[in-house]
């Protein structure tokens, strides 16, 4: 795939952490650059925008403008976001951003002047529930970055938002990246409520099997299912990637060990895996890339962790591979 492909492909990267999805991509894409997503990212083919969870993702630009109405009623949830005249925050925020990008806090205090009885955590709140605001570059360019500048997304890309909003598609979407999944997982991905309806209708279409435990998972007819006896190659991912926050159980690939040394206060640090489970974590710091594994690896593993960390220390401009000892 290209690397469009495969981000479409996904439905999305998470991106709060803006160089993120370049690790994720470089894992998944047969001779990625850096280059490739910045000049995606410069062109607005893709975009940064908050979707699924209420969190930043990276998503093509057409999907983008077909995911947000669907996730709408999820993201509309902020408590904040209600204590404010929407519909009049809403037309200020487009009026004030389709002019020019602009920090969140100039934001948040241009519509305090305009909206004095209210403070500016509920007006901003208001503004990124109800507003499909995309973060513009050079934010989440490689080895540019910058401080985050916002617009809206139909302005930044010159077209609409899409109409429907039944969530058929967007299961459809995930299924393609991440089934056989249940109900369950989609829901804990998309954070969405009242998904069963959708799979309701779209059963005749999916391939439906049962897990050990007798939960009902589904997938697109033609998707392909590895053998089990197949060996998973060694893969470096960053914080938040949808190998973990796509299913709701994620036992499968990372036990009560791995969760504890993995977890942080807001989320998960980068991972490495070995033949399909969680094994160690890596960080990229003054042109380093560190590696620090939860138990031994074998001399196969440890040969595979370094093969691929010197690769990808190669294709994000760091000069070495330290591997601390167990």
Known sequence: ???????????GMQAQVPTSPYAGLWSRVDGFATGDLAELLVDRRVVRIVLMRSTIHLVAADDA????????PMLAKDPYARRVPV??????TREILEREPMPPAELAQLL?????????EALTHAARAFVALVQVPPRGVWGVGGQVKVTTLE???????????????????YLRAFGP????????????????????????QLRIDRDENGVELFDLPDAPI?????????????EYDNVLLAHADRTRILDDRARSFLSRENGYWPFVLVDGDVRATWSRRDGTITVSPFDELSRVERDGVVDEGRRLATALDADDLVIVPQ
Do not use: C, N, Q
């Open 226 to 238: 590895a053998d089990a006896s197949t060996r998973a190659p060694v893969r470096f991912l960053p």
């Open 1 to 11: 795939m290209s690397v469009l492909e495969m981000v479409e492909h996904l439905a």
């Open 65 to 72: 403008l077909a995911f947000r109405p669907v996730l709408a």
């Open 155 to 173: 302005s930044w890309v010159d077209r609409p938002l899409g109409r429907s909003t039944e969530h058929d598609e967007l299961v459809i979407r």
């Open 112 to 120: 305090t002047e305009r909206f004095p009885e209210h403070d500016a």
């Open 87 to 92: 519909d009049d925050v809403v037309r200020a």
């Open 181 to 204: 999944a249940s109900a369950k997982d989609f829901a804990s991905w998309s954070r969405l409520t009242g998904v069963k309806a959708a799979f309701d209708r779209l059963r005749p």
